[in-house]
C-alpha cells in the first residue's frame, strides 16, 4: 500500500509539473502578441490590443487542465481493468 502512495504522488509531481510548464510556455509564446482592432472607419483610429488577457489564460488553463484529467482518468481505468484480469485469471 505504501509503495503504491509514493508512484500516485510522484504522478500527481509530474502531472502538475506539466500542466504548469504548457501554462508558462504558453504565457511566453502569447505574451508580445497584439491584436490591431480598428475602432473607427473614417478617421483610421487602430488600437492595440494584448493578445494574452486574463479570460484567454483562463480558457487555456481549464482547457490543458481538463485534457490531462481525461488523460489521467484514462490510465486509471486502464489500470482498474488490467488489475481485474489480472484477478480473474
Do not use: C, P, W
Amino acid at each position: 500500500m505504501n509503495e503504491e502512495s509514493v508512484g500516485i504522488s510522484t504522478l500527481k509531481e509530474a502531472e502538475l509539473k506539466k500542466l504548469h510548464e504548457r501554462i508558462g510556455n504558453y504565457i511566453l509564446k502569447n505574451y508580445k502578441k497584439t491584436e490591431k482592432i480598428k475602432v473607427k472607419k473614417d478617421t483610421k483610429v487602430i488600437r492595440k490590443v494584448k493578445y494574452l488577457n486574463e479570460k484567454r489564460l483562463e480558457g487555456f488553463i481549464y482547457s490543458v487542465a481538463l485534457e490531462q484529467q481525461n488523460t489521467i482518468n484514462k490510465s486509471i481505468d486502464e489500470y482498474y481493468k488490467r488489475m481485474e484480469n489480472n484477478l480473474i485469471v
